[in-house]
């Protein structure tokens, strides 16, 4: 019987395996989406969507998704750069005039490829005292821009919540909308993402997922204002969604190939070193092929998207306890994958 059954169908298999592995019915839960060509050809959910009240997982939840903010910031910048509204070069002070950057130039494109060396506010210990109260951006931009700096702008990479936050400040001065609202009118809407929002502690979303972390025991995410993640990181989704997002990137219908390009080019230090990092995706490589990917983690919650381009394959997996890390999993589905 073994020998009978589709090449897909062991690889399937495997993969249910692997995720099995990691979550069963007693256990905060995971929903994995995998594409090929734009086809679904794996969908299934696993665990629990809320413990408090047994409720099963099922695809169509809706789960908070983290720093996978990112990409939607980076393309919102890129649809402004099309329309010639901002460019890529244009210095923070044109929008912030009294930003302190010490004589330094530092651009839009260097908040996009952490490469500012603005110190992130997600690494300041007083964030905590502050992580309960809604912010403008401008006030949360305060809360950071008298720190030291980590380095001159595009000597070093380091990961960085804080240049995301001027992004979407920046994307909220010229189109004179909230940062939510543009997303919504500009992304969600035109792709058809209705399951896609600004996150929000009040509205009723349905099929939302409940968040948990795992300290000794399962507990409910701890509260944190969504205007703190802001454009680093407070949109909410699902899978289906997000390959809607992918399949918009990939037939081009946001961006122009040559405009989304930028986002996906592996980025130089001023020293000539490469990054792997791009506009919102990290580029790298899984079994010798190239892929664009990022995770995202907020209180609650952890996601994962892998796309590799020469294949047209996209693996997403959105989890709702940010004790288990999907990153290494996505990246093991897209291997075997591509085996």
């Not at 696993?46 to 408090?52: D, S, V, Y």
């Not at 720190?147 to 189109?175: C, M, Q, R």
Request: charged share 20%; hydrophobic share 35%.
């Amino acid at each position: 019987a073994f020998i009978s059954v589709g090449y897909s169908q062991t690889k399937e298999s495997i993969i249910a395996q692997l995720l099995n592995s990691k979550f069963n019915e007693n256990t905060s839960g995971a929903t994995v989406l995998i594409t090929k060509k734009g086809k679904k050809i794996y969908r299934k959910a696993f665990g629990q969507a809320n413990l408090e009240l047994g409720v099963k997982m099922k695809p169509e939840n809706v789960f908070e998704i983290g720093s996978m903010t990112k990409q939607f910031t980076a393309v919102s910048i890129l649809m402004l750069v099309e329309q010639g509204k901002v460019s890529l070069q244009d210095e923070i002070t044109k929008f912030i005039p009294d930003y302190p950057t010490h004589d330094q130039k530092i651009t839009v494109h260097h908040l996009l490829n952490h490469t500012s060396g603005i110190k992130s506010y997600t690494k300041m210990r007083k964030l905590f005292d502050v992580a309960r109260n809604d912010m403008k951006p401008i006030e949360l931009i305060k809360f950071f821009r008298d720190e030291p700096v980590d380095f001159n702008p595009g000597e070093k990479y380091k990961y960085n919540n804080s240049g995301y936050i001027i992004l979407g400040h920046i994307i909220e001065n010229i189109s004179n909308l909230s940062y939510a609202d543009y997303v919504q009118k500009n992304i969600f809407d035109k792709l058809n993402m209705t399951n896609s929002m600004y996150a929000n502690h009040r509205k009723l979303i349905k099929n939302r997922a409940s968040g948990y972390h795992d300290r000794k025991g399962y507990q409910n995410a701890m509260f944190i204002s969504y205007t703190l993640p802001y454009a680093a990181g407070s949109l909410m989704s699902t899978i289906d969604d997000m390959s809607l997002w992918q399949q918009a990137l990939t037939n081009n219908t946001l961006l122009k190939k040559e405009t989304l390009q930028k986002a996906y080019t592996n980025y130089t230090l001023n020293n000539g070193e490469k990054i792997n990092y791009g506009y919102g995706w990290n580029i790298k490589t899984i079994n010798n092929e190239v892929s664009y990917e990022h995770g995202g983690s907020i209180f609650g919650f952890k996601s994962m998207g892998v796309y590799i381009p020469n294949k047209d394959i996209y693996v997403v997996t959105l989890t709702n306890c940010d004790c288990i890390s999907p990153t290494q999993l996505t990246r093991d589905i897209t291997k075997i994958l591509l085996e």
